[in-house]
C-alpha cells in the first residue's frame, strides 16, 4: 500500500431519521473546509429534490475531504428500511462507520440493523452520541446502552464435539463482548438455552480460563446434551441481552442430494442414530429424518450438499462410529404436480405417488461450470450429450482452456458425472455448478425386484426414454454382486409393474469345507466364522442376502447407460 | 477316561510338498527325522503322564509322509509309544504314500500293531497325479494296495477331484480303478485351495509362500466348475453306493464294519490326544493345538511344549457341525441334555432357516444332511456356530 494509499478513510455515518446525520455531514464538510461556509445549506448532501423534502438520504453518495494529511471520502448512506441495498452497497465500500446516537432517543432498531450490517463487513465502528445539550437527557444511560448493545456478544460456532461428562462443548471466536463461566447463553439458530459450565482454550490440550474476550478463540461448555442443539455456524450469544443478529456464517444447509441411511443389521439401529446425531455436531449441513424401508427397516433419510459429502458423511460413520451401514441410490428432490393440483416435494423414489395421480414430474436443473484444456473439448461435450445437458455458453479463460457452461438436470450430475468428467479429461477438467430452476421432465420410477419382491430401496427415478436400458444395466449388474444362495435368485427392473429386464443367479452348487484335517476343528470353525462374517455384511431381503454393494450399484451404471 | 482316548501322531516329513496341502509338512533329512523322533518321545512320555499313561483305544499316524520313516524309526516310535502309553488299540491307521511303500516297511508298521493303511491315491491318471504335483506314479497305488493286503491290512484310499482339467470322465475312471481295487474304505475330497498364507505352512527352506500363492492361483483357474465339482461328488456317491459302500460322512465311503474308528472319534465329539506339529488335541472339552512350524515346536518340546489353547471354542456349535457330517446325523433329544436348551435353540433355529432350501431331513429325533445338505453343509454349520 503507498504512503497515499495508507492516509485514505472511506467511511459513512450510520444513524437514525433524525438523529442528527446530515447535520453531521454538513458540519464535516465545513470543518475541512471542503465547501466554504457561505456556499454552506443545509443537507448540503442531500441533492434530489424529494430528498429535501423529506429530510432523508435516498440515494448514497460521496464526497472528498482533506484533513491533516489525510483523505477523508464520507459516503452518505440512506437511513431508511427500506434502501437496505443501498446501504450495504455504500457500505461495501467503507473501511470504517460514525454510529450516531440521539442522546435523547437512544438506539433505534434500524440503526443496530445497519450498524451489524458495518460490523459483518469488517468495518470499525466508532459510536457518537449526538444532541447532548439536549434537557433532560442522561448521557451516562446512553453511553452504557451503546456499550452493551453495540457490544453485541457474539462468538462464532467453528467447530464442536461431545463430550461425555461436559456435554456439547463448542469452539468458538469471539466476535464481540466476552464470554465468562456462569453466562446463561443462547443459541441463535436452534434458540437453545443454557449455563456455561466450562470455557478455556486449547493449549493444545484443554485449559479452562475465566474468559473469553474480543478476538479469543477458545472453547465452551454449553451443557447442551442434544448435539442437534449446537450447531457449526451457529452464533452464541447471551440470554439475558441476547444481539439481535447472528454473525454471517450460519446458513441453514439446502441439501441437493437425498439418500437413505441405514444399519446392516437392524439392531444397530440406536448405534447408526447415536452416530449421526454426533456427527450432526460437526456438520451443519447434514440434515436427516427417520425413514422406514420394507426392505431396509429402519433407518434416516440424510439430505446432503452434494455426492461427495454423502461420501465423507458415509465414510466417516463407518470409519469414527463404526458402523455398518448401507447407502441407497442417491436421489434428488423431485417436485410433482398431482392431478389435484397439489405439489408435493419427493426425494425418496419409493415415495413417488401412483403415476396416474400424477400430473407432471419436476426436476432440479443446475447451471454447470466446466473449466477444461481446450484439446479435452471435444470428448466432454460428448460427455455432456449423454447427460441431458445443453450448451448456453463456451468462452476461453486463456488460449489453452475453455470454459463451457451447461444447463443440466442434478440427477445426471449426481450420477457419476464427476469421476466420467474426470476421466474424459486426463483429470484436468474442474466443476462448479449452482442451482437454475425446476423443469417439467418425462420421468418414471424403476424398480428393481429381487425373488419377485421389491426392493424399496433399490428403485431410482429415471428418465423414460432411458429406463429400460438402465433396468437392463442394473439387473446385469445386480446379477454380478448378489452371491449365489441356496436356490436361484431371480432379478428383474420393472416400470409400473411392467417388467423390462430380468436375470437369474443360479443357486450355488457347492459349499462345503470336506477335507478333514487331523480333527483341526479349530481351523474349520475359523474358516466357518469368516464366512459367517462376511453374511454379517449382507442384508436379508426377505431370503436373499444382498451385499451391500449391491446398493451402491445404482451410483455406478452411468456409463454404462 | 473309562472309555479310552484317540491318539494323533503327526509325521511332517514328506519326500516333495504338494502344492495344494495346508498340513504340517517338513522335509525328511534324517538329521531332522532324528531331532524331531526324540521330541515327540518326550512329548508323549510327558502328556501320557499327566493323563495318568491312558488306554489308547485308536491311534492314527498321520502326516506328511509317514511310510517315509526307517524301519529302525518305526520301532523306537513304537517303543515310545508303549512306554507313554496302555496301548490296546482296535485300529491302528498310518498314512502312506504309494511310492514309499516296501515290505520291510511294512513289516515293521505290522509289527507296531498298525491294523490299517490309509493310501494317498489322489488319481490314477498320470495327468491327474501331474495336476496335483504328487510325484508317484499311477502304477504304484495298485502295487501298494496288493502289499498291503499281503501285509493283513485294510486299505482306505484317498481321492481328489476337481483338479485343474479334471473331466467328468476322468472322475469316473478313478473311481472305477478304486473300486477295481476293492478297498475297504474310501475318502473322497473336492480340491480345496485356500490363498491364506497364514493356513499354509512354510517349514520347507526356499520354497515359501510366493512359489505356492502362484501355483494355486493357477489351479484355481483351472479347476472345473462349481456346478462339474457337485457333479463329481454326486458321481461318486452313486458308483461307491453301487459297489456297496456306504457314505457314513461327507467325504468319507466304507464297506460294512470299516468305518474309520478314530476319524469317528472326532465326529462324535469324543475326547483325543494329538502329538507332534500342528497336532491337535480336544481333552477334557478343551481344544488344544501344537505350533505347526518345526522349528518352534522343538524348540519348545524341553520347556514343556507350546501347546495352544482355542480360547475361541464353540462346543455346541462345533458338536453339532461335527455329528451332522455323519450319516447318523444330529440326535436333537441327546444334544439338548447334553448342551442345553439354548445350543438347543439355535439348532432349531438353523433348521427353520435352511428349511425352504432343504438341506436337512428330520427323521424322529434326528437331523440329518440331504444329499443336497451335503453340498451345501457349510450353509447349515455357519448358522449352528455362535
Known amino acids: 500500500m503507498s504512503p497515499l494509499q495508507q492516509r485514505i478513510r ?73 434502501f437496505t441495498y443501498e446501504v450495504s452497497r455504500s457500505l461495501a465500500a467503507c473501511e470504517g462507520a460514525v454510529l450516531l446516537v440521539d442522546a435523547s432517543q437512544g438506539i433505534e432498531a434500524q440503526t443496530l440493523a445497519n450498524a451489524y450490517l458495518a460490523v459483518e463487513q469488517g468495518l470499525e465502528v466508532i459510536p457518537a452520541i449526538n444532541k447532548i445539550d439536549l ?114 456464517g450460519y446458513r441453514p444447509a439446502k441439501p441437493m442430494v437425498f439418500a437413505g441411511f441405514y444399519p446392516s443389521n437392524a439392531q444397530d439401529y440406536p448405534l447408526l442414530k447415536d452416530a449421526m446425531e454426533k456427527l450432526r455436531l460437526n456438520d451443519a449441513s447434514l440434515v436427516y429424518e427417520p425413514e422406514t424401508s420394507q426392505a431396509l427397516g429402519f433407518g434416516f433419510r440424510a439430505g446432503f450438499l452434494g455426492l461427495l459429502h454423502l461420501e465423507i458423511v458415509q465414510e466417516r460413520l463407518e470409519r469414527e462410529y463404526d458402523v455398518d451401514l448401507i447407502a441407497t441410490s442417491p436421489s434428488v428432490e423431485y417436485r410433482v404436480i398431482t392431478q389435484t393440483g397439489a405439489e408435493v416435494a419427493i426425494d425418496n423414489p419409493a415415495m413417488l405417488p401412483d403415476p396416474g395421480t400424477i400430473l407432471e414430474i419436476r426436476e432440479p436443473w443446475m447451471k454447470v461450470t466446466i473449466i477444461v484444456p481446450t484439446t479435452h473439448v471435444g470428448p466432454i461435450m460428448e460427455l455432456a450429450q449423454t447427460k441431458r445437458a445443453s450448451l448456453a455458453d463456451m468462452s476461453y479463460v486463456d488460449p489453452t482452456r475453455a470454459m463451457l457452461k451447461y444447463d443440466m438436470p442434478l440427477s445426471e450430475v449426481i450420477l457419476d458425472f464427476y469421476d466420467q468428467l474426470k476421466s474424459s479429461s486426463r483429470g484436468y477438467a474442474s466443476l462448479d455448478y449452482e442451482f437454475a430452476e425446476y423443469r417439467p421432465a418425462e420421468l418414471v420410477r424403476l424398480d428393481i425386484l429381487v425373488a419377485g419382491t421389491i426392493v424399496d430401496a433399490l428403485s431410482i427415478i429415471t428418465h423414460r426414454d432411458r429406463a429400460p436400458q438402465t433396468g437392463r444395466v442394473l439387473v446385469n449388474k445386480l446379477r454380478g454382486l448378489i452371491p449365489r444362495q441356496m436356490f436361484d435368485v431371480r432379478i428383474q427392473a420393472a416400470i409400473g409393474g411392467k417388467v423390462v429386464a430380468s436375470e437369474t443367479v443360479k443357486a450355488k452348487r457347492k459349499d462345503v469345507l470336506a477335507k478333514c484335517y487331523g480333527g483341526d476343528i479349530t481351523r474349520k470353525r475359523k474358516l466357518l466364522e469368516k464366512q459367517k462374517e462376511g453374511k454379517k455384511r449382507m442384508k436379508m431381503v426377505g431370503s436373499v442376502e444382498i451385499p451391500q454393494e449391491a446398493f451402491l450399484a445404482v451410483l455406478r451404471i452411468g456409463d454404462e447407460t | 477316561m473309562t472309555r479310552g482316548i484317540g491318539l494323533y501322531v503327526h509325521i511332517p516329513f514328506c519326500a516333495s510338498r504338494c502344492p495344494y496341502c495346508d498340513f504340517a509338512t517338513a522335509p525328511a533329512t534324517s538329521a531332522l527325522r532324528g531331532r524331531y523322533l526324540a521330541a515327540l518321545a518326550e512329548e508323549m512320555l510327558r502328556e501320557g503322564r499327566a493323563l495318568g499313561r491312558p488306554r489308547v483305544r ?109 473331466t467328468e470322465d476322468d472322475w469316473r475312471a478313478d473311481l472305477r480303478s478304486a473300486i477295481a481295487l476293492a478297498p475297504d474304505h ?77 476319524n469317528l472319534g472326532y465326529w462324535r465329539d469324543r475326547e483325543w490326544l494329538g502329538v507332534g506339529a500342528g497336532a491337535h488335541s480336544h ?40 455329528a451332522l457330517r455323519l450319516d447318523s446325523g444330529l440326535d436333537l433329544p441327546r444334544y439338548t441334555a447334553r448342551f442345553g436348551t439354548a445350543a438347543a435353540a439355535r439348532v432349531r433355529r438353523a433348521i427353520d432357516e435352511v428349511a425352504p432350501a432343504r438341506l436337512l431331513r428330520i427323521t424322529g429325533d434326528r437331523v440329518r444332511l440331504t ?7 457349510n450353509e447349515v454349520f455357519i448358522r449352528l456356530l455362535a
Not at chain 2, 67 to 91: H, I, K, N, Q, Y
Open chain 2, 186 to 262: 474310501a475318502s473322497c475330497y473336492p480340491l480345496e485351495l485356500r490363498l491364506d498364507p497364514e493356513e499354509a505352512v512354510a517349514n520347507w527352506p526356499g520354497g515359501g509362500w510366493r512359489v505356492l500363492e502362484r501355483w494355486r492361483r493357477d489351479a484355481l483357474d483351472g479347476q472345473p466348475d462349481e456346478r462339474v465339482v457337485a457333479g463329481m461328488y454326486r458321481q461318486a456317491e452313486r458308483q461307491l453306493g453301487m459297489a456297496g459302500y456306504r457314505h457314513y460322512e461327507i467325504a468319507n465311503w466304507a464297506r460294512p464294519g470299516k468305518r474309520s474308528l478314530h
Open chain 2, 58 to 166: 485308536t491311534l492314527y499316524v498321520g502326516g506328511g509322509t509317514p511310510s517315509l520313516l526307517e524301519p529302525p524309526e518305526v520301532a523306537s516310535l513304537a517303543e515310545a509309544l508303549r512306554r507313554a502309553f496302555d496301548l490296546r488299540p482296535r485300529e491302528v491307521t498310518v498314512e502312506a504314500n504309494p511310492a514309499t511303500l516296501d515290505r520291510a516297511r511294512l513289516a515293521a508298521w505290522r509289527d507296531v500293531g498298525v491294523t490299517r493303511l490309509s493310501l494317498g491315491v489322489q488319481s490314477f491318471s498320470a495327468h491327474g497325479l501331474r495336476a496335483l504335483g504328487r510325484t508317484h506314479q499311477p502304477e504304484d497305488s495298485a502295487a501298494a494296495v496288493a502289499a498291503a493286503r499281503d501285509a493283513g491290512f485294510d486299505v482306505n484310499l484317498d481321492l481328489i477331484f476337481g483338479w485343474p482339467g479334471q
Open chain 2, 371 to 377: 444329499a443336497k445338505g451335503r453340498l451345501l453343509a
Open chain 2, 283 to 322: 481333552l477334557a472339552g478343551v481344544r488344544s493345538a501344537n505350533p505347526t512350524s518345526l522349528t518352534e515346536y522343538l524348540g519348545k518340546i524341553h520347556t514343556g511344549g507350546a501347546r495352544v489353547i482355542d480360547t475361541g471354542a464353540d462346543a455346541p456349535g462345533e458338536a453339532a457341525m461335527l
Open chain 1, 135 to 248: 434537557p433532560n437527557i442522561d448521557l451516562d444511560v446512553v453511553r452504557e446502552e451503546l456499550r452493551t448493545t453495540l457490544g453485541f456478544r457474539r462468538s462464532l460456532i467453528f467447530d464442536s464435539h461431545y463430550d461425555a461428562y461436559k456435554g456439547v462443548v463448542a469452539h468458538v471466536r469471539v466476535f464481540d463482548g466476552a464470554l465468562k463461566t456462569g453466562d446463561r447463553i443462547r443459541l441463535m439458530a436452534t434458540e437453545r438455552e443454557s449455563e456455561l459450565l466450562e470455557l478455556g482454550v486449547f493449549l493444545p490440550d484443554a485449559r479452562p480460563i475465566e474468559r473469553l474476550e474480543t478476538g479469543e478463540t477458545g472453547y465452551v461448555a454449553t451443557g447442551l446434551k442434544a448435539v442437534a442443539d449446537c450447531r457449526v455456524g451457529d452464533t452464541l450469544t447471551l440470554a439475558e441481552r441476547p444481539a439481535a443478529a447472528p454473525l454471517p
Open chain 1, 10 to 82: 472511506n467511511f459513512c455515518v450510520i444513524a437514525h431519521v433524525d438523529h442528527g446525520k446530515t447535520t453531521l455531514s454538513d458540519r464535516l464538510l465545513e470543518t475541512t473546509g471542503t465547501v466554504p461556509l457561505r456556499q454552506m445549506r443545509d443537507q448540503m448532501l442531500d441533492s434530489m429534490e424529494l430528498e429535501r423534502e423529506h429530510g432523508i438520504t435516498i440515494k448514497a453518495r460521496a464526497v472528498r475531504m482533506g484533513w491533516r494529511d489525510h483523505e477523508l471520502n464520507l459516503i452518505d448512506t440512506p437511513g431508511h428500511v427500506d
